[in-house]
């Protein structure tokens, strides 16, 4: 299990993280999402050891990572911005990488033949998606007890996010991995995630089982006969607002049934339940912390 | 399939070893292959003969070995320098001090090799063409030259460690590539003016400078080649003994500390630091101002012309230089912070008090 506690860190004048705590299951898969600059890549370089935290405590199974190579020999972490020695080819790269982890080289190889990368080139030469494709297949090959992954579906074309996503699931099973993953795809995310966590504000502002939320979260068009304002729904929990003619579109926090009743009380002529997706949900709370505005959304 | 790290990274430097290897061997070989090697005996008309005596031109390979153990720390220390590669580098389940140490050790791999190479291969040619050089001391000043070059690379990483760029890099190693002479040539001037000489060696005031053993050898090693041949390096090596064992000293020293400096920056240096500006203490924070004052020293004691104007003049440069070089290579900005300007008043303040005082003394 992964344990952030009360993570703190600056870089230069700048608070990144103050105050960030989750929790990541075992055999879990976690969406780290979260505007630009959110902190999501500091986040995933302390939880990788790269960076040494200021004050808090990241412990993979009871124990810190910072400079433990014991608990590192557990961990891959795959970076927005990957590096490979210069002028590597894949055998040279493959070289590189299995020198420090257990890399499972049929895997490897066939993952390479699925995403159809040309071995003889030089990597220098890789496109940026096929760059992303191969440390793809590094990290599915390596299958760490935990895997870290940034920006994870940067820069891959729809067939290699399938590819990626279906071994990725069929690894985890096989091997109990865990894995964090930010992304700002996260229709990507949705297909994958048991849980995750929304940065904020240099800290978890929420962070939570994804079907769980996404069952607490709905959008509802309604119509009644008189003519309703915002502050008629004053009573719910409400995300977002707008009305063209009598139809309200009207996007509320809370338990389905119970706000459909609510509604009902209301006598509406018109009432439909509509689920959100992850990015929808996405989009609502970061506009509930005032990034988006109405007419930019 | 894991393998040993260190292999992995002899093998990954092992190509460039075999193309410096025949850099320095043709560059060393051809040299000596095309060197005159006899001594020239004529009369000057009066019955009087003079004698040329060849250069043994062991300088070529130590000019040599000194550009590898400058260059080689820059090429071994990319990872620590580039924000990519340290994600990697410092992800990997190594611990730093031994990352480290395998770097320092590959490093000196990629000196060695070359340098072992061309230096016996080059003593080959030397006795197949028959030089009449003592062929003998060529094997202790092998060795003399492997501990200089192991003291002057681990000097040089340590001044690489403390940027946090490779432009930075590469000036922290020519500014303490200067700044120990310079320190030297200054303070022997200046004090100088208050009638104190406190010199110590040969006249020639290098040897504060890491890179001072190489250029003491290169004279040493070729009087003493030539010894044999009787007057030629007669004396020579008197005048350079109590500067070669002092330079000798003191790179000893500068290696010790260097390496103790780069074992407690491996532990406490902060990754996220990597294409930052380079704050070091060993950096353009000590070591402008130093420059600034040392140059004040030299440019008024030593070259003033006596003429007010071109004395102003001097110090409007110097300042200047110092106000340029802190914008260029310090903060990459033309805003400097207000402390650099109140640290140059402070430096030039104490310096017009002091020469103040030594033209009093006069």
Known sequence: MIEVEHLYKTLGNNHVLEDVNFKVEDGKIFGLVGINGAGKSTLLRLMSGVYKEDAGKILYDGKEVYENVEVKKDIFFLSDYPYYPKNSTVATFLDFYSTFYDVDINLFNKLLKEFKLPLQKSINNYSKGMKRQLFIALAIAISPKYLLLDEAFDGLDPLARLIFKRNLIKRLEAKNMTVVISSHSLRELEDICDSYGLLDNHKIMHSGDLLEDKENIHTYQVAFEKDLVKEDFKDFNVCYFSKLGKVIKIVIKGNKDEVVSKLNKMHPILLDVIPLNFEEMFVYEVEEKGYIDHENK | ?362
């Open chain 2, 1 to 362: 399939m894991k393998i040993n790290s260190t292999r992995y990274f002899i093998k990954k430097a092992t190509p460039y070893v075999v193309i410096i290897s025949i850099i320095l061997i043709l560059c060393y070989c051809l040299t000596l292959l095309t060197m005159n090697i006899t001594v020239i005996k004529y009369d000057n008309g009066m019955g009087v003969f003079y004698y040329i005596y060849p250069s043994s031109n062991i300088a070529v390979i130590i000019v040599l070995l000194a550009i590898l153990c400058f260059v080689t720390p820059l090429m071994n220390c990319y990872y620590s320098k580039d924000k990519n590669a340290i994600d990697v580098y410092s992800a990997l389940p190594i611990k730093k001090e031994k990352l480290v140490n395998i770097h320092l050790l590959v490093g000196y791999y990629e000196i060695f090799v070359p340098f072992t190479l061309a230096y016996f291969i080059g003593l080959f040619i030397l006795l197949f063409r028959g030089a009449p050089f003592d062929m003998l001391s060529y094997i202790p000043f092998y060795f003399i030259m492997i501990g200089a070059s192991i003291m002057f690379y681990i000097t040089n990483c340590f001044f690489v460690s403390r940027a946090n760029t490779m432009l930075d890099a590469v000036m922290f190693e020519l500014l303490y590539l200067i700044i120990g002479s310079i320190i030297y040539l200054s303070f022997s001037n200046f004090l100088n003016g208050f009638g104190i000489d406190i010199t110590i060696t040969s006249t020639f005031p290098l040897f504060l400078s890491p890179i001072d053993t190489f250029i003491v050898s290169g004279n040493y090693f070729n009087s003493s080649l030539l010894g044999k041949l009787g007057e030629a390096g007669a004396g020579v090596f008197e005048n350079y003994k109590v500067e070669y064992i002092l330079t000798y000293v003191v790179n000893f020293i500068y290696a010790g500390l260097s390496y103790f400096g780069i074992m407690y920056g491996c532990k406490h240096d902060k990754n996220e630091n990597a294409e930052q500006r380079s704050n070091s203490w060993f950096g353009y924070k000590t070591m402008l101002p130093i420059l600034l004052a040392l140059s004040l020293m030299l440019i008024s004691v030593v070259y003033s012309t006596g003429n007010i104007m071109s004395t102003l003049l001097e110090y409007v440069l110097i300042l200047s230089a110092y106000v340029i070089a802190n914008m260029a290579l310090e903060y990459r900005s033309i805003r400097i912070p207000k402390s650099r300007y109140i640290v140059m008043v402070c430096i030039l303040a104490t310096f017009i008090i002091l020469n103040s005082v030594a033209n009093f003394v006069n």
